[in-house]
Every structure is written in structure tokens, then in C-alpha cells.
């Protein structure tokens, strides 16, 4: 993964007459390296239990999908979110970047809540939030905010839930989450905060085609 960053940044020289800080080079590589770990572990569990893929939510429901990424060794993470709606069309997404973070966990509950805050910037009030985190679902569920380190990450979801009836938080296998954990890994090496509210970004349009022609399957 470093020898790739550093023949994309050699490349980026050549031809673009750019270059990234060798720290950059370092956070870029250690964010894709947690991603193929993270690939190849659920491809352990796709190979024993069989592969779950994304589905759409029903009727008038929208979707949204969140994922936080976690560098342990930078204390540095990224959020991930995307909005579809029942037939899979698109409509809305973010990448966040997040210094100072202590946790995988704490990027995940902080992944639900600028998931709930961009329904909001879509007036969307109906829909059903998935993340891959099971462990921050069950706290929302039973309101464990007073059990946990981060309850005042809970507390803020917890309050907008209330002001959003019809939002539902589910768990979903890393396999139904690949745009997401696509966003949040690309916003934990960014170092900036980016929305699309109209088109979608081409750096999920792979994954967004895959998961799409999966549905005509």
C-alpha cells in the first residue's frame, strides 16, 4: 500500500506537476490498507455464510447507509454516508474527516449522526439508517448512552430521532455497506468535508454500479 502511494504521488509529478506531503502519502495508505483488511474479513464470512448485498428500502422509504473508518496508529478517522432511495437512485452523500478520535466505535456513532443530520438537509423524515456496526445499534436501541464513553455522541442521536418518528437505525453486513465504507475512507484521508446533493461523486461510481446491477440480478 506505501509503494502505491508513492508511485501515484511520483505519477501526480510527472503528469500533473502535484505533490502530497509525505504525511498525507502515509495517512492515504494506512486508510486503504484498513479497507482490504476489512474486505478480506468479510470475505471470510461471505464464503461460509453466504454474501448479503444491499437492497433498496421499500415503498416511500429512503435509505441511507453510514460507515465511520478508524486509524488506531493516528488517532484519525473518516465518515461515510449515502442516500438512495426505493429504486436506487441517488440522492445525496458525504465525506467527513475526523482528527482526534479514540475509536472504530466512536466513528461509527459519529457516522449515524451526520447520516441523520443530511436526511434533515434532504427534508427527508422517512427512512431507514444501516450501519455495519451492530454494537452502536444495540446502544441506540436501549438507550445505553450512560453505559458508554461516547453518550453524549448517543445523547445528540437519540434527540434527533425524537424529531424523526419514521427513522429507523438497522445493522447490515460490511457487505450491504461498500459505498459508505468507499466514503468514509476516502474522507479519513481528505483532511475536509465534502456533499453531493445532486449528482453523485464519480469516486463511488463503481460501487454504486455494482450494487445497482446487482438489483437486476
Request: proline fraction near 3%.
Amino acid at each position: 500500500m506505501g509503494i502505491w502511494s508513492i508511485w501515484k504521488n511520483k505519477n501526480s509529478m510527472l503528469w500533473d506537476n502535484t505533490s502530497r506531503p509525505a504525511a498525507d502519502l502515509f495517512l492515504s495508505a494506512m486508510t486503504w490498507l484498513d479497507e482490504f483488511k476489512k474486505a478480506q474479513a468479510s470475505s471470510e464470512i461471505n464464503r461460509s455464510q453466504g454474501i448479503e448485498r444491499w437492497q433498496p428500502a421499500q415503498g416511500s422509504l429512503v435509505k441511507i447507509n453510514v460507515d465511520g473508518a478508524f486509524l488506531p496508529s493516528l488517532n484519525h478517522g473518516g465518515l461515510g454516508g449515502i442516500v438512495q432511495d426505493s429504486n436506487g437512485q441517488f440522492m445525496g452523500a458525504l465525506d467527513h474527516s475526523v482528527p482526534h478520535i479514540s475509536s472504530a466505535k466512536q466513528a461509527e456513532l459519529l457516522a449515524i449522526r451526520v447520516g441523520l443530520d443530511l436526511l434533515q438537509q434532504l427534508h427527508l423524515d422517512r427512512a431507514i439508517v444501516e450501519t455495519d456496526c451492530l454494537t452502536v445499534v444495540q446502544d441506540i436501541a436501549y438507550k445505553n448512552a450512560a453505559l458508554t464513553e461516547f453518550g453524549s455522541i448517543i445523547d445528540d442521536i437519540l434527540m434527533l430521532l425524537r424529531s424523526m418518528p419514521e427513522v429507523q437505525i438497522k445493522y447490515a453486513p460490511w457487505s450491504c455497506n461498500k459505498v459508505a465504507h468507499r466514503l468514509a475512507s476516502i474522507g479519513s484521508e481528505s483532511h475536509k468535508n465534502e456533499t453531493w446533493l445532486t449528482h453523485s461523486p464519480s469516486c463511488i461510481a463503481d460501487v454504486l454500479l455494482y450494487d445497482c446491477n446487482l438489483l437486476n440480478h
